[in-house]
Structure formats: C-alpha cells, structure tokens
C-alpha cells in the first residue's frame, strides 16, 4: 500500500512538473490578451477603477492609498480630473471621456523574458479624435505578479 501511494504521488509530481515546464511558469499570451482586453473595456466605460485594477499593484498601491488619505472613495465620479492630470485635456469640444472610450488596443508581437515573469507586448492602440482614428505602436511592458499579469509601463 504504501509502495502504491508513492507511486502515485511520484506520478503526480513528475505531471506538475512538466506542465510547469510546458507554460513556461504560468506565462502566457492568452492570458496577457485577456488583461489587456480587461483593460480596454475599462477605457471604454471609462471605468479608472477597472483600469487601475490592471496595473501593476507595486505601482497602483501607493496611489489607491494617498486616494483614501483624500476621501477619494468613487473614482468614476472623478474620471476627468484623473485624466486631465495624466495629460488629456479638453481639446476643440471633445472631453477625455468621449476619446478615452474609443480606445482600441491590439497586441501584436510578444517577447517574454528567460524566466516568463515578464514580457514585452508590441502594441497598437487605436482611438478616435474629432471624427477621425488615430493609431500608434507601444510597447506594453507586463509583469507577473501573483499569478496576475498587469501593465508595468508603456513606452
């Protein structure tokens, strides 16, 4: 019996061992797709709190803290003033808002690091401005965390 019970746990180890080994540590494009897509839909309900939910937490933390020491509680209700600080403005009749919901974003290219904790995602981002599309290529760099993959930066 107890020959039979180390075997199958022997088994069991040898089975997480290797699907450890095949993703790569939980690295996967999928699942960075599905973040970035989280985070677009956020864009497009203009929901800050869904969009700070997929940044990265050694970033967000402090921010989501000095937020409470001001009584800051609902940032939705705050989603202009948030954007006019990171730079969008009100330009010619059109609020951050109404830009900031047409945000497209579409990874393209992916460059994982050796250890698969990180990864570089060549990026298009589309939005629209006073009727027309505008569209650039950035580099997304996410990080793993947790389990989690969240946007450390943007270049």
Known sequence: MKRIRTRIIA?????LTAALCLTGCGGSESDIKSMLGRFEKACQEVDVEGMMDCIDPDIIAPVRTVLGMLGVDELNKYAGQVMGVLGLVDIQG?????IIKTIKITPKEFSFNEDKTGCDVETEVSYQFNGATSAAT???KCVLDDGAWYIRSVS
């Open 11 to 15: 088994a069991v180890l040898i089975v």
């Open 138 to 140: 950035i580099t997304v």
């Open 94 to 98: 059109e609020s951050p808002e109404d």
